[in-house]
């Protein structure tokens, strides 16, 4: 059996942080553990996110079970698939989230999650090339982050008709306030994504003391009664076995952490045993909590011509944007997939913003190979509760690490984030209808101007939400009895084992999920290397 120090078992977000900062140490052996591949030629490219989405090569493309409130749609569950994990992937939108996120999460018991507490870890993760205040941003951290000036006519557009809604200019986000509408900070440097992959793991290939396996699933940990000591896994059908001498860390993301842990018969007891699973360790909160932010996407024409890239994008405007991007890495292959958004308050007196809307630049349609370019002009603005409480839970189905778990959001069960949807709704609907919008000409296409009661907003909220790709929760740090990690991201009851991703998040974040998760990887090396010190 190989014999390591660590074993990191995913290198998406999290993992590919907890291996860099594990492995810099050259006396530490760290293996990590990926079962995607290595890279993905469209991975680069930041347009690239369309060809990815629906892409088996760099995605695990999970779906979730029909269910009341999507209409008994099986809503897309894309997760990436390759080194990066789902930071190889996404839209590249860059949110820490807000200071009370993480004040709640300490406010709920968990020592050393205060904003105070991980604010450092942010400022340690990245190299921020916007203006703002260092209190609170870093310079010299391995993830390059951005913040693109608005000097599309478009967004200069919504930034005047947001303000006429009441929603102020705020450009930095992620410092001392978050409300307000900005363009999108985004993990692009140069037209080039800033994924993990490229950030932490790229820089140190050479390090002699860390062996990264791709195509490598992890199908189930080994223990030594209740300790784990390592890992099951197979490349390529052959199957393998690593011994970890201090730790084992899942970063397998909210999909697959459970699953592993359930896999190794840590989870629910009746559950496990109908699967004819060994019962490790009894933790009834593996799997549950699940949330994610369920976003309907608003639909608007526009009339002016030459707005949109669905105008600038298509025919020769495509060659010229290709070529743009070609030579100078600029224009629309190089942009955020929401490359707007705004933070807003569902009412006033609420001490932050309780509501996102997200704008994109174009109007896209199903294709072949993924979304394309529409061949009408026009944009979307998704509109939802950022922190809803509607809660929802994945499991295995088999005892196979193969068979993907069944996921179940129960989205808009808890009865405020149906109202907050439509309040969002409500709200986009005012800064598009604002005065400083009258010259694109806009024309409400969804949910259309017919839907105006809450009840025909919600019909259609049901029947054409998707989520913004933002699962967390199904590992939760805490110490009540539906806690699966402590505040240390310790397993309960089990010794040598942590979870360090997004499904250890108690609550899910105001904002995106890819920041909160490389944090979470930053302050579980940081913990893994005070504990063995
Ligand atoms: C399409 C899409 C768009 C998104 N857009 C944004 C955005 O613009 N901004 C933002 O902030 N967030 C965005 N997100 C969300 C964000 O990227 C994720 O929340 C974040 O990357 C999660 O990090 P993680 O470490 O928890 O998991 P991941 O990054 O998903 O990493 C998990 C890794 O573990 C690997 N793995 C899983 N199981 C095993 C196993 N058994 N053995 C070995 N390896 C395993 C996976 O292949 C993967 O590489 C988006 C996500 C998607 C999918």
């Known amino acids: 059996m190989e014999s390591y120090d660590y074993i990191v078992v995913g290198a998406g977000s999290a ?14 052996k760290v293996l990590l553990l990926e079962a995607g591949a290595a890279s993905h030629p469209w991975s680069p490219i930041p347009i690239g996110i369309a060809r990815l989405i629906t892409n088996p090569a760099a995605n695990w493309l999970y779906s979730a079970e029909p269910e009341a409130n999507t209409n008994g749609r099986r809503i897309p569950v894309p997760r990436g698939k390759l080194l990066g994990g789902s930071s190889s992937i996404n839209g590249m939108v860059f949110v820490r989230g807000q200071a009370q996120d993480y004040d709640t999460w300490a406010q709920m018991g968990n020592r050393g999650w205060s904003y105070q507490d991980v604010l450092p870890f942010f400022k340690r993760m990245e190299s921020y090339a916007g203006g703002g205040d260092d209190t609170f941003r870093g310079r010299e951290g391995p993830l390059k982050v951005t913040n693109p000036e608005p000097r599309d006519t478009f967004f200069q557009t919504i930034i005047a008709a947001a303000g006429q809604a009441g929603i102020r200019h705020n450009p930095d986000y992620n410092g001392a306030a978050q409300d307000g509408i900005a363009m999108s900070q985004a993990t692009i440097l140069k037209g080039r994504r800033q994924s993990t992959a490229r950030c932490y793991l ?17 199908e189930a940990l080994l223990f030594d009664g209740k300790r784990c000591t390592g890992v099951r896994y197979s490349i390529g059908g052959e199957r393998r076995e690593a011994a970890a001498a201090r730790e084992v860390v899942v970063c397998g993301g909210t999909i697959n952490s459970p699953q592993l842990l359930e896999l190794s018969g840590i989870g629910q007891p009746e559950r496990l ?26 639909r608007w024409l526009v009339g002016k011509r030459g707005i949109t890239y669905n105008d600038r994008g298509r025919g020769l405007g495509l060659v010229y944007q290709a070529l743009r991007y070609a030579l100078f890495r600029k224009g629309m292959f190089a942009n955020t997939g929401a490359p707007m958004r705004a933070f807003v308050k569902s009412r006033e007196g609420l001490e932050a913003p309780d509501l996102l809307l997200g704008w994109s630049a174009m109007l896209t ?3 072949p190979k993924g979304p394309r370019i529409a061949k009408q002009a026009g944009f979307t603005c998704y509109a939802h509760p950022m922190r809803p409480e509607s809660k929802g839970h994945i499991h295995i189905t088999a005892a196979d690490a ?6 179940n959001f129960n989205f808009l069960s808890a009865p405020p984030d149906a109202e907050l949807t439509v309040r969002a709704i409500r709200i986009a609907r005012s800064v598009m ?13 969804q949910p259309g101007t017919d839907r105006q009661t809450d009840d025909e907003i919600l019909d259609w909220v049901k029947g054409a939400a998707e989520t913004t790709y933002h699962p967390v929760g199904t590992c939760k740090m805490g110490s009540d009895a539906m806690a699966v990690v402590d505040d240390q991201l310790r397993v309960h009851g089990i010794a040598g ?37």
Not at 15 to 28: E, Y
Not at 273 to 298: C, K
Not at 402 to 407: D, G, T, V
Not at 433 to 445: G, K
Request: aromatic content about 0%; charged content about 20%; some cysteine.
């Open 15 to 28: 993992g590919a942080a907890v291996a860099h900062r594990l492995s810099a140490d050259p006396r530490n």
């Open 202 to 218: 790229d820089p140190i290939r050479g390090r002699q003391n860390l062996r990264i396996e791709t195509r490598a699933l992890g």
């Open 273 to 298: 045993q109908a699967l004819g699973i060994e019962v490790r360790q009894a933790l009834p909160g593996v799997g549950e909590n699940l949330r994610d932010h369920y976003a309907p996407r608003t």
């Open 365 to 367: 349609e199903p294709g």
């Open 402 to 407: 193969h068979r993907p778990p069944a996921i």
């Open 433 to 445: 209808n604002a005065p400083a919008m009258a010259p694109l000409q806009l024309t409400e296409i």
């Open 497 to 533: 084992l942590r979870v360090a991703d997004a499904s250890i998040m108690p609550t899910l974040m105001s904002g995106n999920t890819n920041a909160p998760s490389i944090m979470i990887g930053e302050k579980c090396a940081d913990m893994v290397l005070k504990a063995a010190a």
